[in-house]
């Protein structure tokens, strides 16, 4: 097993020939755990945007925050839209 095959993108179930062979209570059950993890990483993506849109206003960082916390604020912000968008892919 290498590395590389690791990260590579397989095709969501619904694009295989397994799909075919799934009864329907299967299909539901598979639907509903995606629903979940995806509820669950877009929970996690809020809480960590509300919680440094939070610190970056508190009164603690009011005195000390400058413009490269803001900037660190709006790139943690993007890499954590990206981990969700690659983490999507993965339920597939």
């Known amino acids: 097993m290498r590395i590389r095959d690791i990260f ?12 075919d062979e799934l009864s329907w209570d299967e299909k539901m059950a598979l639907w ?4 979940k ?3 669950v990483l877009g929970l996690a993506f809020v ?12 009164e603690r960082a009011r005195g000390t925050a400058g413009s ?3 900037l660190v604020l709006i790139v943690s912000i993007v890499v ?3 981990c ?3 983490g999507k ?4």
């Open 8 to 19: 590579r993108r397989k095709p969501p179930i619904w694009e295989t020939p397994e799909w």
């Open 32 to 35: 509903e755990k995606h629903r």
């Open 37 to 39: 993890l995806s509820i």
């Open 47 to 58: 809480v960590c945007l509300l919680g440094s849109i939070g610190w970056y206003l508190s």
């Open 68 to 70: 490269y916390d803001l």
């Open 80 to 82: 954590i839209g990206i």
């Open 84 to 86: 969700l968008y690659l």
């Open 89 to 92: 892919n993965m339920l597939g």
